[in-house]
């Protein structure tokens, strides 16, 4: 198979349908266990290339960087311009009064050392990883700015867990008149039962012509049919750890929905995880899921959603099976 690809929201750039997230590069449990190392995150970049993929999607706090110093070593192996590399910033990279959010010594001193881990004189999207309500929009957007017009940066994103328009939409306006850059794009949490954006946040991305790149689009695991309504659930899993995770997800009118999602599949012979990554694909609001992978058995499972077709009564059973819960 071979991915196709997608205008990156109203921008200019083209990028393959299917992001590849890399939030597992580099993480470490309590024991000091990474999750994926160097040698096999470079054989999943591998794998995502040669399927066509060139939309790569980390932060500058997986891993504690790992993950961008693994990008950066294999994009040093190839061509620069032939990837769209997306990074984000926020979290705490050090323990300073000065080291987290989007204040401008934060933002100066991380995109240098985001830069240098990814071993590139630029990334194509900066997005800011979560909101910052301590910082003047006016001074994270002129310094986000100032990296637009530098050449270290190409464009601007802002990804959320609590998705809320008007502080995107004053970020825009405020832009407007100042003649900054705005966000062209956003990255919320969407999927089949993670419906929050849906209303407000996603009219005004589509009022703004900002692309949507969603993260989450398997909800955690939960989409992959994984567990089962009244059954415990698998030992090896996340539900077997996170209360909270179980809380949120193995609730009736989430199985509802993965309800509807196992029907499809059943037609269309596919996963369900396909079928959910299928219907995001053929959402016309949507510009990229990000997709991520342990192994790359996984990875090219995820992939393959994208030679999955659906009709409109299947696209719009899923779009109805929940609705901003």
């Not at 630029?122 to 301590?134: A, I, K, N």
């Not at 012979?269 to 790359?296: C, F």
Request: one cysteine or more; charged letters at 30%.
């Amino acid at each position: 198979m071979s991915l196709d690809t997608v205008s990156l929201g109203r921008t200019g750039t083209s990028v393959s349908e299917l992001a590849f997230g890399t939030w597992r590069f580099g993480r470490a449990d309590d024991e000091g266990n990474v999750e994926v190392g160097r040698e096999r995150a470079h054989e999943l970049l591998d794998a995502y290339a040669d399927a066509g993929g060139n939309f790569i999607d980390t932060a500058d706090m997986y891993g504690e960087g790992r993950s961008e110093t693994y990008i950066g070593e294999w994009l040093a192996e190839r061509d620069r311009e032939d990837f769209v590399v997306a990074s984000k910033i926020y979290w705490p990279t050090r323990e300073d009064a000065n080291g987290s959010g989007l204040n401008r010594k934060h933002l100066r001193r991380q995109i240098d050392r985001i830069l240098n881990r990814l071993g590139t004189d630029y990334v194509d999207v900066l997005y800011t990883h979560r909101w910052d309500d301590e910082t003047p929009v006016e001074e994270f957007m002129r310094t986000l700015d100032e990296f637009v017009r530098d050449g270290k940066v190409n464009y601007l994103g802002t990804s959320t867990l609590e998705p809320n328009a008007w502080k995107v939409v004053k970020a825009n306006e405020l832009a407007d008149r100042r003649g900054y850059e705005p966000f062209s794009l956003a990255q919320p949490r969407y999927n089949a039962v993670n419906r929050e954006i849906e209303g407000n946040y996603l009219e005004m991305c589509a009022d703004y012509d900002i692309g949507v790149v969603p993260w989450s689009p398997l909800a955690g695991g939960f989409l992959t049919g994984k567990y089962t309504r009244g059954e415990e659930p698998p030992a090896d899993s996340r539900a077997a750890t996170d209360q909270q995770f179980v809380d949120s997800y193995l609730t009736e009118e989430n199985f509802d929905a993965l309800d509807a999602v196992e029907a499809v599949a059943a037609e269309v012979d596919a996963t369900p995880g396909q079928v959910s990554l299928a219907w995001l694909l053929h959402h016309e609001q949507v510009t990229a899921p990000i997709v991520g992978a342990r192994t790359t058995d996984q990875l090219a499972e995820n992939l393959a959603a994208a030679d999955i077709s659906l009709t409109a009564d299947q696209f719009d059973r899923l779009a109805t099976a929940k609705r901003n819960g």
